[in-house]
């Protein structure tokens, strides 16, 4: 995305205020893969969350990303075995046939052009490998509705026309917008593969019944295998955090939209460290977040923060 590569963009700021996934989802990925463990692929890996998460299993991990100011803040796990360079899922010629075990792509799947994709992946993976596209939705404050409420009119609202799209369409609609590159065919196999998989903290996740995209026509891949998993209408599946308002803070501030919007509004952001009723944008929404909290009895500590989880997944044949 073209944000990321501006030179005023804060890459490490923005490592070091990302969500990153819990160790059980790496489980329930590993459960559901059926093939090798000598190649992991992370495709715009930003800066290698899902490629440090991934090295324990796998000979190598290769990460790749369009943007040279996340290639150079790429994590590296104590053995070094990661292998950062820029790519993208619509052109991995730097690969050889085959030779991919395990893809995967965190908070990124929605940029891709799937038809390019598709037919890398495609060419990439070795036999019975596995594509697995994470992405999660619009952050929340747990069990607190008038808090989430401000934050989404942050969000949605003052920011709302700063976001990249149709990208953030798509990530807010948990991937649903995603083709696979074959129709899933759901069938005793597919709810033998969901018996397999663990469980994440806030429940099991269902195969998400919608109204499929229309495929990306290739051949050779499992109809059966292809699956997304979501929560169900009774409990959410998602992706918590216990966080500080300073950490909140600064997860809207490191935002591709607040960057735009900042940019775009240079006497708003000139504003910042007015105070609560005299700041910027976010200064303001934040104190409103603060009284919606005090009004449900907050202590002023750490709240519960989440974002509703998908994971699509498909293996080759």
């Known amino acids: ?59 190598r991990v290769s990460a790749q990303d369009p943007s040279e100011k996340m290639v150079s803040v790429g994590l590296q796990p104590a053995d070094g075995h990661i292998s950062y360079s820029l790519g993208s899922a619509e052109d991995m010629s730097a690969l050889p046939a085959h030779s991919v075990d395990l893809a995967v792509a965190g908070q990124a ?7 390019r994709a598709w037919s890398e992946l495609a ?13 999660y939705g619009e952050m929340g404050v747990t069990g607190h509705a008038r808090a989430s409420a401000v934050f989404r009119d942050l969000v949605r609202g003052d920011m709302g026309a700063f976001w990249p799209q149709p990208g953030r369409s798509i990530v807010e609609g948990l991937l649903d917008a995603v083709p696979f590159p074959v129709a899933p065919a759901l069938d005793a196999r597919t709810e033998a593969r969901l018996a397999r998989i663990p469980s994440l903290e806030g429940g099991m996740p269902v195969a998400a019944r919608i109204r499929e995209p229309e495929a990306v026509d290739g051949e050779g891949w499992d109809a059966a ?46 504003r910042r460290g007015r105070g609560r009723d005299d700041g910027d944008v976010v200064e303001r929404r934040m104190a409103q977040i603060k009284d919606a909290l005090t009004e449900d009895g907050w202590d002023g500590g750490a709240v519960d923060v989440e974002w509703p989880l998908v994971v699509m997944m498909i293996q080759r044949l």
């Open 109 to 115: 799947a929605h940029w891709f052009d799937h038809k």
């Open 1 to 59: 995305m073209a944000t990321f590569a501006k030179s005023s963009f804060d890459a490490a700021g923005y490592l070091a205020s990302r969500p990153t996934y819990p160790a059980k989802l790496y489980d329930l990925i590993l459960a559901y893969h059926r093939g090798g463990r000598a190649h992991a692929l992370d495709m715009g890996c930003g800066p290698g969350f899902m490629a440090v998460a991934l090295s324990p299993h796998f000979s």
């Open 123 to 135: 060419r990439i993976l070795a036999p019975r490998g596995t594509v697995a596209y994470v992405g």
């Open 225 to 270: 295998s292809a699956v997304r998993l979501k929560g169900s209408t009774e409990g959410a599946w998602a992706l918590r955090r216990r966080w500080s308002m300073d950490e909140i803070e600064a997860y809207v501030r490191t935002s591709s939209a607040y960057h735009a919007y900042a940019a775009a509004h240079p006497e708003d952001a000139a």
